[in-house]
Nanobody
Framework: QVQLVESGGGLVQAGGSLRLSCAAS????????MGWFRQGPGKEREFVAA????????NYADFVKGRFTISRDTAKNTIYLQMSSLKPEDTAVYYCAAVPKGATMGLDYDYWGQGTQVTVSS
């Protein structure tokens, strides 16, 4: 059974940092694109970042450029999202996803995690 399990969420003050992890099991994703999405209260799920299999090609949503960094550890079958300079508007449930069926910034991915809550207080 394939699983993506996110961790690292929590409550942080504005300006602070958090590091999210997404550990995959059940199959290897070393050759696949993986990404992070988020869904804020009352909002639709949106793309945050994606990373290609080589780890060097990455995409970011404009609202996180310069603040968030996506990375992957192929040996651990895990991706990370280092978040810095957090703002209250970053408050959301953050989801990990793997294997896009189309555009990497779209929502059509084969696998999704259950999400981890990030709350940024002002």
């Amino acid at each position: 059974q394939v699983q993506l399990v996110e961790s690292g969420g929590g409550l942080v003050q504005a300006g602070g940092s958090l590091r999210l992890s997404c550990a995959a099991s059940g199959r290897t994703f070393s050759r696949d694109v993986m990404g992070w999405f988020r869904q804020g209260p009352g909002k639709e799920r949106e793309f945050v970042a994606a990373i290609y299999s080589n780890g060097r090609i990455v995409n970011y949503a404009d609202f996180v450029k310069g603040r968030f960094t996506i990375s992957r550890d192929t040996a651990k079958n895990t991706i990370y999202l280092q978040m810095s300079s957090l703002k209250p508007e970053d408050t959301a449930v953050y989801y990990c996803a793997a294997v896009p069926k189309g555009a990497t910034m779209g929502l059509d991915y084969d696998y999704w995690g259950q999400g981890t809550q990030v709350t940024v207080s002002s």
